[in-house]
């Protein structure tokens, strides 16, 4: 029987095992490719790390708070926990979404916080190499380039890789939650 002695995490293969008299064996290498969910806002497409999306819902009315920014829609109970759901449009500065019953919310994982975005549509999963994927070009105009991770050409169309860690501040979203739910009480 054979023992797994180190197993990358967020979908990453097995890189090494041990079998039962704790010899090392080697086992193939990270595929050097990663899947992502994207979505549209306005006429450009993003995307995510599949391992950070936890559910796809369509859009669902928020519990809005106060003292939060202008981008952060309001929060949802999800099965008891409690989600901040921001509009991704209004993020990136293009003014709010007028969200109906086609529009999308994507729950995804932020270190150890459960976050929402709000999208106008969910578009595929794409599964790309890693040296498809390009650096964000720096310039002076770019609002966005802070929150992505990169670039990458699919079929004729440009796919901006959204980092989410920059793009939402866990520990402001939580301490802006605890702040609007004790003013409540």
């Not at 095992?17 to 990270?30: I, Q, R, S, V, Y």
């Not at 409690?82 to 990136?92: A, S």
């Not at 890693?130 to 310039?139: G, T």
């Not at 050409?153 to 901006?160: D, F, K, N, Q």
Request: proline share 3%.
């Amino acid at each position: 029987m054979q023992n797994n002695s180190l197993v990358a995490q967020e979908n990453k293969a097995v890189t090494s095992t041990t079998d039962a008299d704790g010899t090392e064996l080697a086992l193939p290498e990270d595929s050097g490719q990663e899947q992502f969910i994207t979505f549209t806002v306005g006429e450009q497409e993003y995307g995510v790390d599949i391992m950070s999306v936890r559910e796809i819902k369509g859009w669902t009315e928020t519990t809005l708070l106060p003292n939060t920014p202008d981008y952060m829609r309001g929060v949802l109970n999800l099965r008891g926990v409690i989600v901040p759901i921001f509009d991704l449009r209004c993020r990136f500065g293009l003014g709010e979404t007028e969200a109906t019953n086609l529009h999308v919310i994507v729950i995804i994982a932020v270190k150890d916080r459960m976050v929402g975005i709000l999208v106008d549509t969910v578009s595929d999963i794409l599964t790309i190499s890693n040296s498809d994927i390009r650096d964000v070009p720096k310039m002076e105009t770019l609002i966005e380039e802070e929150y992505l991770s990169g670039l990458v050409t699919i079929e004729g169309r440009m796919v901006a890789l959204l980092n989410q860690e920059r793009l939402f501040d866990t520990q402001a979203i939580e301490t802006g939650i605890s702040a609007s739910l004790t003013e409540e009480t």
